[in-house]
């Protein structure tokens, strides 16, 4: 029998890939002990992005901002754990996991969210656009947080990431400011849309909203979407500025 022919008729059309996420998160510890974390038995991730100021990252002699595989992208690293969106659950098995070194902290009921280092946004945005540049299904709503996969579960990578930076890059969603301002206008004239059409617009969009009959479960679904669309403010509570960056952004990539 001759070889098996691995080259010739290659179906390239009919075929989708496995990836179809990019999750970014927070590693919540320095570098030694993310190193430790993510190539022991529980957890792990495709990248990890350290940070060059980090002690312990240093004292492991890195001098320069690197980045990390910890695991093949063809593989499915443990990362996203509970998580949902659209009609997709499980994510781990269709996304690319994105660790970033910072230690965010939650002491006395309260998270504190240092910024993330100008180096490891470049290399973010070079790692992001390398991703997508070779899995064209991560469209711009799928590049997510593990906050916003994991409503009232997750913080991460939190406020202090910069989405619309990234979104200027072309990485990820944002709305257009145009778009937002007229709903603005029209929900401080008429109101709060009802709590029935702000969870239509949030399940429309991807955010999974299971838990949100409750008010405290809304409320964690609405903190989920403020970490991401409107960090300046994630108290939790519905207004006529994130319901109109919700409606902005519905009416941007989800039209009719």
């Known amino acids: 029998m001759k070889p098996v022919d691995y080259k010739q008729h290659r179906s390239n059309r009919s075929v989708n890939s496995r990836v179809h996420f990019l999750i970014?998160?927070?590693?919540?510890?320095?570098?030694?002990?993310?190193?430790?974390?993510l190539t022991g038995p529980n957890v792990s991730a495709h990248y990890l992005i350290p940070d060059i100021t980090d002690p312990s990252y240093l004292k492991a002699n890195h001098t320069e901002q690197e980045v990390f595989n910890l695991v093949d992208e063809t593989q499915r690293a443990w990362h996203a754990g509970v998580s949902q969106w659209?009609?997709?659950?499980?994510?781990?098995?269709?996304?690319i996991g994105i660790e970033i070194f910072n230690q965010a902290s939650f002491t006395e009921g309260a998270f504190t969210f240092p910024p993330y280092h100008c180096e490891q946004i470049v290399a973010i945005e070079q790692l992001a656009l390398n991703i997508l540049m070779r899995y064209p299904d991560i469209t711009p709503t799928k590049v997510l947080g593990h906050s916003d996969i994991a409503v009232g579960r997750k913080s991460d990578p939190g406020p202090m990431f910069p989405w619309h930076a990234l979104y200027l890059k072309?990485?990820?969603?944002?709305?257009?400011?145009?778009?937002?301002?007229?709903?603005?206008?029209?929900?401080?004239?008429?109101g709060l849309p009802a709590r029935s059409e702000l969870l239509r617009l949030f399940k429309t969009y991807g955010y999974d909203v299971t838990g949100a009959s409750s008010d405290n479960g809304?409320?964690?679904?609405?903190?989920?979407?403020?970490l991401h669309f409107r960090p300046e403010n994630y108290d939790g509570v519905m207004d006529t500025?994130?319901?109109a960056n919700?409606?902005?952004?519905?009416?941007?990539?989800?039209?009719g």
């Open 170 to 190: 072309g990485i990820g969603a944002w709305f257009d400011e145009a778009t937002r301002n007229n709903f603005l206008q029209r929900f401080n004239t008429c």
């Open 24 to 37: 970014f998160h927070y590693t919540a510890g320095n570098f030694s002990s993310s190193i430790n974390a």
């Open 246 to 255: 919700l409606a902005a952004l519905v009416s941007k990539y989800f039209p």
């Open 86 to 95: 659209g009609n997709r659950s499980n994510l781990n098995d269709t996304s």
């Open 218 to 226: 809304f409320q964690q679904l609405v903190r989920a979407f403020q």
């Open 241 to 243: 500025q994130t319901a």
